[in-house]
């Protein structure tokens, strides 16, 4: 059954701009709809949620949603808004990042769903077959250099020069519109906001190629906003850059407390944008955290529900545990409930010392570990060390200490290998091997 696309995407906040006729065609019969990925690394990052998040939300309300890998114009880059021009990549590099992109839309979209199945195709297996001078008979003559030098993602560079190369990027991805609308029956191009102006000469070459008499031009486009923070800033990136969806690149733990941090300003409209949660659902969660904001419920609510759908329940109950280790109230107890295979992903980022088991064992006390042992790494000499301990500022596995002469042995060594130092708030894993 189709539910009203257009709507879910206005309260959500989701809609910014859409072509005349655009909601006609989805509420008359089941549209497919497409959007554009960069392959420029083996993992999207959270700045490609919002528009993952349209074809989410176009299969849910019963249309067919296709996923377009630019392994063509990947080699080119897309200028838009960029200050510089890209360098390209090698045919093998685009490979693995394909694989990479579409393992994680298949976490998103249902490939195998009926008619509305997610699809997903590359745009090098229709380019790599077209000449050059067949390609200016296909799409070059439709578009004159005028049109194309009006669009805003073109003036921009003009100021700092554009090369022919990323000029005619969006002759190409207007190519792709029109190739899915000949051979795979596309009707809607979406993307972010600034994509607007290669969307659209899309369906321009679609209206010149195929003309535009009442009744057979049906092609259209829809954008979604460029999120902001409430400050301003961009937003996606966290000190150490992009926060990807790939857990080798982004630790769950980490992606968990991105969303975590996301400031009251900030969360009801993300929760729109990013989750999957009704609008009545929301609005409760909304009235829940302004009775008590400290509580973090909104953030917590949506940190939850994308640690879960991008990871996987068992990576958000281990961050759970993460955080109750690391800034919460564990105890010794939590601590021996750790598995072996769990302690890389919870201390993942935790500054960490490795020691012999020969150290270990003839290490005399407390004082001499958590200084010479572990090579100053935790404190940088005895007398510092001491004087932390003396006034009670350390923490073994969770449980405060205080005597620096404390043999070892009064200390358990969890799973046999890891000992837990908290310096006030800041953690120091040493590993035993």
Same mark, same amino acid.
């Given at each position: 059954?189709?539910?009203?696309?257009?709507?879910?995407?206005?309260?959500?906040?989701?809609?910014?701009?859409?072509?005349?006729?655009?909601?006609?065609?989805?509420?008359?019969?089941? /549209?497919?709809?497409?959007?554009?990925?960069?392959? @420029?690394?083996?993992?999207?990052?959270?700045?490609?949620?919002?528009?993952?998040?349209?074809?989410?939300?176009? =299969?849910?309300?019963?249309?067919?949603?296709?996923?377009? +890998?630019?392994?063509?114009?990947?080699? +080119?880059?897309?200028? &838009?808004?960029?200050?510089?021009?890209?360098? $390209?990549?090698?045919?093998?590099?685009?490979?693995?990042?394909?694989?990479?992109?579409?393992?994680?839309?298949?976490?998103?979209?249902?490939?195998?769903?009926?008619?509305?199945?997610?699809?997903?195709?590359?745009?090098?297996?229709?380019?790599?077959?077209?000449?050059?001078?067949?390609?200016?008979?296909?799409?070059?003559?439709?578009?004159?250099?005028?049109?194309?030098? !009006?669009?805003?993602?073109?003036?921009?560079?003009?100021?700092?020069?554009?090369?022919?190369?990323?000029?005619?990027?969006?002759?190409?991805?207007?190519?792709?519109?029109?190739?899915?609308?000949?051979?795979?029956?596309?009707?809607?191009?979406?993307?972010?906001?600034?994509?607007?102006?290669?969307?659209?000469?899309? @369906?321009?070459?679609?209206?010149?190629?195929?003309?535009?008499? #009442?009744?057979?031009?049906?092609?259209?486009?829809?954008?979604?906003?460029?999120? /902001?923070?409430?400050?301003?800033?961009? $937003?996606?990136?966290? #000190?150490?850059?992009?926060?990807?969806?790939?857990?080798?690149?982004?630790?769950? *733990?980490? $992606?968990?407390?991105?969303?975590?941090? =996301?400031? %009251?300003?900030?969360?009801?409209? $993300?929760?729109?944008? *990013?989750?999957?949660?009704?609008?009545? #659902?929301?609005?409760?969660?909304?009235?829940?955290?302004?009775?008590?904001?400290?509580?973090?419920?909104?953030?917590?609510?949506?940190?939850? #529900?994308?640690?879960?759908? +991008?990871?996987?329940?068992?990576?958000?109950?281990?961050?759970?545990?993460? !955080? %109750?280790?690391?800034?919460?109230?564990? /105890?010794?107890?939590?601590?021996?409930?750790?598995?072996?295979?769990?302690?890389?992903?919870?201390?993942?980022?935790?500054?960490?010392?490795?020691?012999?088991?020969?150290?270990? %064992?003839?290490?005399?006390?407390?004082?001499?570990? +958590?200084?010479?042992?572990?090579?100053?790494?935790?404190?940088?000499?005895?007398?510092?060390?001491?004087?932390?301990?003396?006034?009670?500022?350390? &923490?073994?596995?969770?449980?405060?200490?205080?005597?620096?002469?404390?043999?070892?042995?009064?200390?358990?060594?969890?799973?046999?290998?890891?000992?837990?130092?908290?310096?006030?708030?800041?953690?120091?894993?040493?590993?035993?091997?």
């Amino acid at each position: 059954m189709r539910t009203d696309f257009i709507e879910e995407l206005r309260w959500r906040g989701m809609l910014h701009d859409m072509m005349p006729g655009t909601d006609e065609q989805l509420n008359k019969e089941m /549209t497919a709809g497409y959007i554009g990925f960069d392959p @420029t690394a083996a993992s999207l990052h959270i700045g490609n949620l919002a528009t993952i998040m349209l074809l989410v939300h176009l =299969q849910k309300a019963g249309h067919k949603p296709i996923a377009l +890998i630019g392994g063509a114009t990947g080699m +080119i880059g897309d200028p &838009s808004f960029k200050a510089a021009e890209r360098s $390209f990549l090698d045919e093998e590099t685009l490979r693995i990042n394909q694989e990479g992109i579409r393992k994680q839309l298949e976490q998103f979209l249902d490939f195998d769903c009926g008619e509305s199945s997610a699809e997903m195709v590359n745009n090098y297996d229709w380019f790599k077959g077209i000449g050059f001078l067949q390609f200016l008979r296909e799409a070059g003559k439709y578009l004159s250099v005028n049109y194309m030098m !009006s669009k805003d993602s073109v003036k921009k560079r003009l100021e700092t020069g554009i090369s022919f190369t990323e000029f005619s990027y969006q002759l190409l991805q207007g190519y792709d519109f029109y190739h899915l609308y000949k051979n795979k029956n596309v009707r809607l191009q979406m993307g972010g906001s600034d994509q607007w102006g290669n969307i659209t000469t899309g @369906t321009e070459i679609i209206r010149r190629k195929e003309g535009d008499e #009442e009744g057979y031009f049906k092609a259209y486009a829809l954008t979604t906003p460029l999120l /902001t923070k409430s400050d301003g800033s961009k $937003f996606g990136k966290s #000190e150490g850059g992009n926060i990807w969806l790939d857990a080798s690149r982004t630790s769950p *733990f980490e $992606f968990y407390q991105f969303w975590l941090n =996301q400031s %009251d300003e900030d969360s009801p409209r $993300f929760l729109r944008v *990013f989750s999957l949660k009704s609008k009545e #659902e929301i609005e409760v969660l909304e009235g829940s955290h302004a009775a008590e904001p400290h509580l973090r419920i909104m953030q917590k609510a949506l940190a939850a #529900e994308l640690t879960i759908r +991008i990871h996987s329940e068992r990576d958000y109950q281990l961050v759970l545990k993460a !955080s %109750d280790v690391l800034f919460g109230k564990a /105890t010794l107890e939590t601590l021996q409930s750790i598995a072996i295979d769990e302690f890389d992903t919870i201390f993942n980022g935790v500054p960490q010392t490795e020691i012999t088991r020969e150290d270990w %064992d003839s290490c005399p006390n407390l004082l001499d570990l +958590i200084s010479t042992v572990t090579n100053s790494e935790i404190y940088p000499s005895k007398g510092e060390a001491r004087r932390a301990l003396q006034q009670n500022a350390v &923490s073994i596995n969770k449980v405060k200490v205080s005597a620096p002469e404390q043999a070892l042995a009064d200390f358990e060594l969890l799973q046999d290998r890891f000992i837990l130092v908290s310096k006030g708030k800041k953690n120091h894993l040493i590993k035993v091997i």
